[in-house]
């Protein structure tokens, strides 16, 4: 039985316990009867929370998103300046990825399992990566506005385009190759950009 069965309220012991199983093995391999045994709740109590398998997933994702945007946040207001604040999100990458045994990301291992793109667990994938995009985009017009003659070369949409790349692609690839190596690269890109 799961450790969270003996802490919090019911919903929230789903919650947790599907959202380690979710991760860890791929929400297609995650059975409702198995989240329902591991969170030691009764079948009535996961359905009164969860009236289906993909609302549980849904709660996942937004869980997650939410915790990530606030860690970007609480990373980038911790910078002084505006190029480490830029770089502040890339940089934290590496160690998130190291302390999830490179298990990649919620969205991109959820959005791999479902084919069809109008899936609302595939537009919740996408709806955060618009809003990491977005938020990579104020950095890079703050970047640029920080000294306009130095990166005056420079467009922010485009900056915030290719650091897109760069930052999504390493964390699959980080994940494929179950090696650093990625993060490391896209780390090293993301500054010559830049410079």
């Given amino acids: 039985m799961s450790k969270t069965t003996d802490k919090g309220n019911p919903r929230d012991r789903i919650l947790d316990t599907a959202s380690a199983l979710f991760y860890k093995q791929g929400y297609q391999?995650?059975?409702?009867?198995?989240?329902?045994?591991?969170s030691g709740v009764a079948k009535a109590t996961f359905y009164s929370h969860f009236p289906a398998k993909e609302d549980l997933c849904l709660a996942y994702?937004?869980?997650?998103?939410?915790?990530?945007?606030?860690?970007?946040?609480?990373?980038?207001?911790?910078?002084?300046?505006?190029?480490?604040?830029?770089?502040?999100?890339?940089?934290?990458?590496?160690?998130?990825?190291?302390?999830?045994?490179?298990?990649?990301?919620?969205?991109?291992?959820?959005?791999?399992?479902?084919?069809?793109?109008?899936?609302?667990?595939?537009?919740?994938?996408?709806?955060?990566?618009?809003?990491?995009?977005?938020?990579?985009?104020?950095?890079?017009?703050?970047?640029l506005d920080s000294d306009p003659t130095h990166y005056s070369d420079l467009n922010a949409k485009k900056l915030a385009n290719d650091y897109m790349v760069y930052l999504a692609g390493a964390i699959a690839l980080t994940e494929v190759y179950h090696d650093t190596w990625p993060i490391k690269h896209a780390i090293k890109q993301v500054k010559q950009l830049i410079d």
């Fill in 29 to 38: 391999a995650t059975g409702i009867n198995e989240v329902i045994k591991e």
């Fill in 61 to 143: 994702l937004e869980k997650h998103s939410q915790a990530e945007k606030d860690t970007f946040k609480a990373q980038v207001s911790s910078k002084r300046s505006a190029k480490a604040r830029f770089l502040a999100p890339i940089e934290a990458i590496q160690p998130w990825l190291e302390s999830n045994e490179l298990r990649g990301c919620e969205y991109l291992n959820t959005v791999a399992e479902v084919p069809d793109p109008d899936s609302p667990l595939r537009q919740k994938g996408k709806a955060h990566y618009e809003w990491l995009h977005s938020f990579l985009e104020d950095l890079a017009t703050e970047l």
